[in-house]
C-alpha cells in the first residue's frame, strides 16, 4: 500500500488545508522523500513528541501520516502529567468486563461494515439489562471474540481511566455507519487471566505511535491500516455518536473492549 509522491505545490497546500479541517481525500498510507522531511519542521516519530497543531508522524514501517492534535480549551497538550503514570485501569464502570476477555465464541470478519450488518441494533440493546457497576458481566449478546481483518485508525485519544480510545472505519470517506470504537483497556488490578494478551496489545500500539499522554484526540491522514481484535462490548453509558471527535464518531455504542491484538499493516 505504499505509494511514491513528490513533494510538490499541491502537496503543500493539501497539508496547509490540514489546519482548517480534516482532509478525507488521500485513501492510503504514502511514502515520500527527503524533500517532505527537509521541509516539513516537525516530523515526529512518537505522539509524546508532537508539539505543533500539524506535525507529520514517521511510522515505523516508513509511512508518513499528516497528524492534527485537537487543542482543549484553546491549549495545545501533547502531555499531560495525569496521564502515562500508569498503566493500570482507573475506572470503575463495567470494570469487570473492560478487563476481561470472551475465550469462545470466535469470529473473523474482513471489514467493520461486515461485523456491524451482524449485531442487534442499538434499539434492541438499550432495552437489554446492562448494568453499569464494577461487577457487571457481559451479556448474551457480547459473548464474541471478534477479529477485523481490516480497519482504519482515524483518531486516537487516551481517556483519564487510561483506555485508548482508537476511532476506527472502514475506507474513505469517513462513514459513522462503518465504523466503531475499539479500545485498549487499562490494565487489570489485580491481574487476571487476559492481563497478558492486555498488556501485549498496549504494548504493540506504543510500539507503533510512541505514548499518548494527553486525553486530547490525536487525527490521522491518511488513517492507518490495522487488523484488531477483541471482545463486543455495548457501551451503555454513552449513546450512539457520543464518543469520538468533529465527525469522527460512531453512530453505534457497539465496541470492541478489550482489544486483545491489533496488528499494523
Request: glycine share 4%; with cysteine; hydrophobic share 35%.
Amino acid at each position: 500500500m505504499k505509494t511514491n509522491l513528490f513533494f510538490n505545490f499541491y502537496t503543500c497546500i493539501a497539508l496547509l488545508c490540514c489546519a482548517s479541517g480534516f482532509s478525507l481525500h488521500a485513501q492510503q498510507a504514502v511514502t515520500v522523500g527527503d524533500t517532505l522531511k527537509h521541509n516539513i519542521p516537525d516530523t515526529i516519530t512518537r505522539l509524546q513528541d508532537q508539539v505543533q497543531t500539524i506535525s507529520v508522524f514517521k511510522a515505523p514501517n516508513g509511512n508518513y501520516y499528516t497528524v492534527t492534535l485537537e487543542r482543549v480549551d484553546e491549549q495545545l497538550v501533547a502531555h499531560d502529567s495525569l496521564y502515562c503514570v500508569t498503566d493500570l485501569y482507573l475506572g470503575t464502570k463495567r470494570k469487570r468486563s473492560k478487563t476481561t476477555l470472551v475465550l469462545r465464541n470466535y469470529k473473523s470478519y474482513s471489514s467493520i461494515n461486515a461485523l456491524r450488518n451482524t449485531l442487534p441494533t442499538d434499539s434492541i440493546m438499550k432495552n437489554v439489562n446492562i448494568s453499569s457497576a464494577s461487577n457487571s458481566v457481559r451479556v448474551q449478546q457480547e459473548k464474541k471474540n471478534i477479529t477485523i481483518q481490516t480497519a482504519y485508525i482515524y483518531a486516537v485519544s487516551r481517556e483519564d481511566d487510561n483506555d485508548f480510545h482508537v476511532i476506527v472505519g472502514d475506507t474513505l470517506p469517513y462513514n459513522a455507519s462503518k465504523s466503531i470504537n475499539v479500545e485498549l483497556s487499562g490494565l487489570p488490578n489485580p491481574p487476571n487471566a487476559a492481563s497478558d494478551s492486555l498488556q501485549n496489545a498496549r504494548t504493540s500500539f506504543e510500539a507503533f505511535m510512541g505514548e499518548k499522554c494527553s486525553g486530547a484526540y490525536t487525527l490521522f491522514n491518511p488513517p492507518i491500516p490495522i487488523k484488531v481484535s477483541g471482545s463486543l462490548f455495548y457501551d451503555v453509558d454513552h449513546a450512539p455518536g457520543i464518543i469520538g471527535t468533529g465527525i469522527f464518531k460512531p453512530n453505534t455504542s457497539w465496541e470492541l473492549h478489550p482489544v486483545s491484538q491489533i496488528i499494523f499493516k
